[in-house]
């Protein structure tokens, strides 16, 4: 048996690049289990070659995304090696038509697990706590204050009742278990399997929702508008596709990567945050790092640097096609006034 601690490779490669490029998949889910696949994958070829293997191996199921994951990260770490898929092989399958059969052979011989036939599912555990997530109603009556600190997108420190915290897995451990005690970041969704399949996960995800969050709002601050409009509409995209589809190891996630960190050249500054019953609040942000913001600029009591008659030029240029539009409207006999 070979046990490794890849916690920093997960932080430092997987975790904080997900930060950077704000990755979710369909809208809800961090990729929490996806995230870890590649990370796994890699140190098992690794210690396959390391004793001359030409085997690896994985127990996950016929119907699930691991099988994916585990594989295309085999194949493309080291394409020589040979995989055994039990959960695939014909003579398995005839033997345990699911988990239900594998629960009773492991109470025939006496095997201890964690899963009942009650309740048979799969639970994994990566970098987050080992207990699930306080339920929001039983979270604490006082909120939590905190400071985030980021360069380049990426969380450096973490202060906390005026105590700072530095060293990426020490830090990401703290905002995983402020979120924890405070129920932040449990989502019960249905996704869209790789393979085709709806799937009901339930997910505890505290420090990276907490972190997404913030770094979201701090990108709001120092990031300009086309720039992060490109970013969300194809990296963010595509980079949490990738993950989720196991595609880590390949051209495009590299590819989509240099986008990423080049996004986040000016993505340094402050969040400040409050965990409080289930949810994550942004209560104020600074940065150094940009001059897109100013106060002055924005505010409605001063012309300084501007003039609002230019406005009505930018208005009539941007209303010509929306003018011919509502024209063509009139003529064809269905104009935009009638709802």
């Not at 402020?178 to 019960?188: Q, W």
């Given at each position: 048996m070979v046990i490794l601690d890849l916690q920093q490779e997960f932080v430092d490669q997987i975790v904080f690049r997900a930060i950077q490029c704000n990755a979710i998949y369909e809208d809800r889910y961090l990729l929490g289990t996806s995230l870890a696949r590649p990370i796994i994958a890699r140190a098992q070829v690794r210690v396959a070659e390391q004793y001359n293997c030409e085997f690896v191996s994985h127990g996950c199921t016929g119907k699930g995304n691991d099988q994916v994951r585990f594989e295309l990260a085999f194949k493309a770490c080291n394409p020589e090696i040979k995989v055994i898929a039990p959960w695939r092989l014909p003579e398995f399958c005839a033997r345990f038509q699911g988990r239900q059969d594998l629960l009773k052979y492991a109470a025939d011989k006496n095997i201890p697990v964690s899963s009942t036939p009650k309740a048979p599912w799969s639970m994994d555990d990566n970098l987050e706590l080992w207990t699930r997530t306080v339920d929001p109603q039983d979270a604490p009556n006082t909120p939590q204050?905190?400071?985030?600190?980021?360069?380049?997108?990426?969380?450096?420190?973490?202060?906390?009742?005026?105590k700072e915290t530095t060293g990426s897995v020490e830090l990401f451990k703290l905002l995983n278990k402020?979120?924890?005690?405070?129920?932040?970041?449990?989502?019960?969704i249905v996704e869209n399997r790789f393979i085709g399949l709806k799937s009901r996960g339930c997910y505890d995800t505290p420090g990276l929702t907490i972190a997404r969050l913030a770094h979201l709002d701090l990108e709001g601050l120092v990031m300009d508008s086309r720039v992060r409009e490109l970013r969300d509409q194809f990296v963010t995209i595509s980079w949490s596709r990738q993950l989720y589809n196991g595609m880590y190891f390949s051209p495009e996630r590299e590819f989509?990567?240099?986008?990423?960190?080049?996004?986040?050249?000016?993505?340094?500054?402050?969040?400040?945050?409050?965990?409080?019953?289930?949810?994550?609040y942004v209560l104020g942000r600074k940065s150094d790092a940009s001059n897109l913001y100013s106060e002055a600029d924005a505010s409605m009591d001063s012309l300084e640097g501007f003039s609002p008659m230019d406005t009505t030029g930018f208005i009539e240029i941007n209303a010509i096609r929306l003018k011919k539009y509502g024209l063509q409207k009139i003529k064809d006999g269905k104009p935009l006034t009638q709802s």
């Open positions: 204050e905190f400071t985030i600190v980021f360069e380049k997108g990426i969380p450096v420190k973490v202060i906390v009742d005026g402020i979120g924890h005690d405070h129920g932040v970041g449990r989502v019960d989509v990567e240099n986008s990423i960190i080049f996004s986040q050249q000016n993505v340094t500054g402050e969040v400040r945050m409050m965990a409080y019953k289930g949810n994550a």
